[in-house]
């Protein structure tokens, strides 16, 4: 596919990212089914809720722009999943299989964060100035993802800690 411009280079990017996002809800939904612990199956389940709304801002977007997304043959995101059950197959720890599906989740948000960073740059260039306030909010968004995310993961540990703690603890007794 050959590109003239920027704005058909901002088309193509965005269509990528939109794709990227129907992919990652479908992700977020195998991490469900994978996930063993409710908290971390209650918190996918969220993103699964929240993935949605963005593919509408996403799709208010090419509204705004008049334009329709592009089909794209991208295999990042199958890639991934393939990797991540050939991966999580060999990890016999609950307590590591949910550290391990959270860190996955959130290394997806970074990379969208990266794809969401350039294309509000490009809105602006292209003259699109409320595709690029649905874009930063796409951004928070996925800001707000990994931050909590992160805090999960800390609070899986400190309790990890206290637990092995209190076994420590008692046997010293």
Do not use: W
């Amino acid at each position: 596919m050959e590109i003239k411009n920027p704005k058909e280079l901002f088309v193509l990017m965005l269509s990528d990212l939109r794709q990227h996002e129907e992919r990652m809800t479908k992700i977020f939904q195998e991490l469900i089914r994978l996930a063993e612990d409710p908290d971390i199956k209650e918190a996918l389940e969220s993103r699964v809720f929240l993935e949605n709304q963005i593919l509408g801002s996403l799709d208010q977007c090419f509204k705004l722009i008049g334009e329709k997304p592009m089909k794209l043959t991208g295999r990042l995101h199958d890639i991934f999943v393939e990797d991540l059950h050939r991966e999580l197959d060999e990890i016999k720890s609950p307590v590591a299989r949910a550290f391990y599906i959270l860190a996955k989740a959130k290394h997806l948000a970074h990379f969208h964060m990266g794809e969401y960073s350039v294309l509000i740059a490009m809105a602006d260039i292209t003259g699109h100035y409320g595709v690029g306030t649905l874009l930063e909010a796409g951004l928070a968004d996925k800001q707000a993802f990994v931050e909590r995310t992160r805090r999960r993961i800390r609070n899986m540990i400190e309790s990890r800690i206290e637990e092995a703690a209190a076994v420590g603890g008692r046997s010293e007794k």
